[in-house]
């Protein structure tokens, strides 16, 4: 597979940890986050490795 299938999942991923930031459930991102960071490493997207990173801050700032 050419790992676009990876690329999408992660995008899914992301956009998933990102609305339930947003709904006040940040233990409940975390593990879509952290998936989606595997499936970004694994297809060497820098762009969504960023985007990612940035929500996982905002994770870890909402947890604290």
Same mark, same amino acid.
């Given at each position: 597979?050419?790992? *676009?299938?990876? +690329?999408?999942?992660?995008? @899914?991923?992301?956009?998933?940890?990102?609305?339930?930031?947003a !709904?006040?459930e940040?233990?409940?991102?975390?593990?879509?986050?952290?998936?989606?960071? !595997?499936?970004? *490493?694994? *297809?060497?997207s +820098? +762009? !969504?490795? /960023?985007r990612i990173?940035?929500?996982?801050?905002? @994770? /870890? +700032?909402?947890?604290?």
């Open positions: 597979m050419d790992g *676009t299938y990876n +690329r999408a999942e992660a995008g @899914v991923r992301c956009d998933l940890g990102h609305a339930l930031l !709904q006040g940040p233990e409940a991102a975390q593990p879509h986050i952290q998936r989606a960071q !595997q499936l970004a *490493t694994m *297809t060497g +820098r +762009r !969504q490795r /960023k990173d940035e929500l996982s801050q905002a @994770v /870890k +700032r909402a947890l604290r």
